[in-house]
């Protein structure tokens, strides 16, 4: 896999005694979206905490477009081009929903989050594009709501909104469509697909439907391990998926 | 953008124009000493308010700021101002190089960090004699000084001095709060994890704030110094950052503002009740538990609701 985008090899994570993860190995390839299953507690934001760097991992190495990347701090690893959401809301609450995506906007453009002479608002391309990406969400209109007032469906796309912000070349997204009403799946499984033209994604989801119809790899993982990786139709019609974890969703 | 502080705004112009008018309704010796423990408080708000900082060893910074420039003043004979300077400098250094230690840890530990470098200064205060004059104080600094010139021998005239320097400290914190720099302190005050997550650098702003709230409080001490004549070891005591961090609550921590309204209030009400009832203190205490439990925006919130009561009023009649 020389030309992955994001590769992880071998990477395991132990708390005290569990051992949470153990020889994950994961490689994304540009433009693609590939989807990481399995139930609860299989370990999936485990491996997502240790490649966006909330985690170190213990054993393994990550590297993103070659650059080994295992130690790197979270901070550093959004530079590298790598973004994420959360799988619990993780947003500034009691800010407006624009300044939520402006400071992600902000974080890309270095050199400005040390200026404190002047206002932020006196560079209008970062606002121009903090438009841009919440009129992409579809939440343009409630743009100066505050973040903790928005129902939960806008709340989960200004997650997703602030991981794009930092114009990644990966984002991982923590199950995006969880607790999410009708409407909001269709509209964020559509931006998720619009997303591969510009990123690679990298995806935890429970509904199988959505992953089943819109990735390109799935990775499926139970007990700290991957069990099976391949297409959605290899997936589909593995015996030792359904027999832990398919056979009760699909 | 209505999240982020405005620069000026309508509470700039008030501060300035109370520090203008301060000096006419008490006696100047007064309104100096309410200006430079604002000058400290304001380091206490830029750090709570605005990044989420607790620290409770600003005593420290607020020490050293008046050792240096006591010595300086005494021993070197250079010049008010350069001392003063030199002093915010140091303190500004000095804060750095402890800061990154502490601000490696967050919440309770990151206050115990605090308390406990303030304490350990204290100490090393006291045992280092030769410089500090341990227990007995600092002593012997001159009295008459002058920039460029000009005399600042009156009472009033170091009054002046001691105004400028709080506006532009004032003025620093209000500028740099309402700055993209400022807008991501408020982030990390609001959910640090995301703020790392969307590619902060958290521990380097974390670490600018305290060394700039650490210059600050050090200019504070380098004037009390200056205004004293005399470096009392109570300026390193841990009691003078508890009596900062009371001072910040008091006016309230969500705005620098605050700084002012809070060392008035204390200063005002210990010159007017110490003389009639030594426990006064204990009063102070009560109002704490009162502000903490009713108006946790500090006595500075209390403007802010009438004006916001006031504008409702507007629109209904």
């Known amino acids: 896999m020389a030309d992955a985008l994001l590769s992880a090899e071998e990477v395991g994570v132990r708390f005290g005694d569990f051992q949470a993860l153990s020889g994950m190995s994961i490689a994304v390839e540009p433009h693609t979206i590939h989807a990481l299953i399995g139930p609860n507690g299989a370990g999936k934001t485990t491996f997502f905490n240790a490649i966006t760097g909330v985690r170190r991992p213990d054993t393994g190495r990550i590297t993103l477009e070659g650059r080994p990347i295992t130690r790197a701090p979270a901070y550093r690893r959004v530079r590298y081009g790598m973004a994420r959401s959360f799988q619990v809301t993780n947003i500034y609450p009691a800010l407006t929903a624009c300044e939520n ?51 939960h469906g806008a709340q989960r796309l200004l997650e997703i909104g602030m991981a794009l912000g930092a114009n990644p070349r990966i984002i991982c997204l923590d199950e995006p469509l969880a607790g ?14 619009d997303l591969r033209k510009r990123m690679a994604v990298l995806l935890i989801e429970h509904n199988m439907s959505v992953v089943l119809s819109i990735s390109d790899q799935i990775t499926v993982m139970s007990q700290g391990r991957k069990i099976a990786a391949g297409t959605p139709d290899v997936i589909r019609n593995d015996p030792s998926v359904r027999a832990a974890y398919l056979g009760s969703a699909a | ?53 607790l620290s409770f060893g600003q005593g420290l910074y607020l020490g050293a700021g008046a050792y240096v420039a006591g010595l300086l003043l005494r ?18 250094v000095l804060a750095a190089l402890l800061g990154a230690i502490i601000v490696r840890r967050r919440d309770i530990y990151f206050v115990m960090l605090t308390l406990a470098f303030a304490q350990m200064a204290y100490f090393a205060a006291l045992a280092l004699k030769d410089f500090t004059g341990g ?84 200019l504070a001490g380098a004037l009390h110094a200056a205004f004293l004549g005399f470096v009392p070891p109570t300026d390193i005591e841990l009691e003078m950052s508890q009596r900062l961090v009371v001072m910040g609550l008091i006016g309230g921590v969500g705005s620098p503002a605050g700084s002012l309204i809070g060392a008035a209030f204390y200063i005002l009400v210990s ?41 409702r009023e507007k629109h209904h009649g």
Do not use: C
Not at chain 2, 77 to 87: C, S, T, V
Not at chain 2, 202 to 209: E, G, H, M, R, T
Not at chain 2, 273 to 293: D, E, K
């Open chain 2, 271 to 311: 010159e007017g009740l110490s003389q009639v009832w030594a426990r006064w203190m204990a009063l102070i205490a009560l109002l704490i538990i009162a502000i903490v439990l009713y108006l946790p925006g500090g006595l500075w919130s209390i403007g802010a609701r009438l004006s916001a009561a006031a504008k």
């Open chain 1, 101 to 151: 995506v402006r400071l992600a906007v902000q974080a890309r453009h270095r050199r400005e989050g040390w200026i404190f002479w002047r206002s932020p608002a006196a560079r209008a391309d970062i606002l121009d594009e903090t438009g841009a990406l919440l009129s992409q969400l579809g939440i343009l209109d409630r743009a100066n709501t505050r973040a903790g007032e928005l129902s």
């Open chain 2, 135 to 218: 227990e007995n104080g600092l002593s012997g600094l001159p009295r008459n000084f002058g920039i460029s010139g000009l005399p600042i021998a009156s009472p009033l005239a170091f009054y002046g001095l001691t105004g400028v320097l709080f506006s532009l400290a004032f003025l620093l914190v209000q500028r740099l709060n309402a700055s993209p720099v400022g807008s991501v302190l408020v982030a990390i005050r609001d959910n640090e994890a995301r703020t790392a997550a969307i590619g902060y650098n958290v521990a380097i702003y974390k670490l600018a704030a305290f060394a700039i709230a650490g210059g600050i409080v050090g």
């Open chain 1, 180 to 193: 999410m009403g009708i409407d909001d799946v269709h509209r964020t499984k559509s931006l998720i697909t």
């Open chain 2, 75 to 92: 021993d070197v004979h250079i010049g008010l101002l350069p001392a003063i300077l030199a002093a915010t400098l140091a303190t500004t």
């Open chain 2, 1 to 53: 953008m209505n999240d982020q502080a405005r620069f000026p705004d309508r509470t700039t112009a008030l501060v300035l124009v109370l520090v203008v008018l301060m000096p006419l309704v008490m006696p100047a010796t007064l309104a100096t000493q309410i200006l430079i423990f604002a000058i400290a408080t304001l380091s206490v708000i830029l750090l709570f308010g605005s990044v989420g900082l």
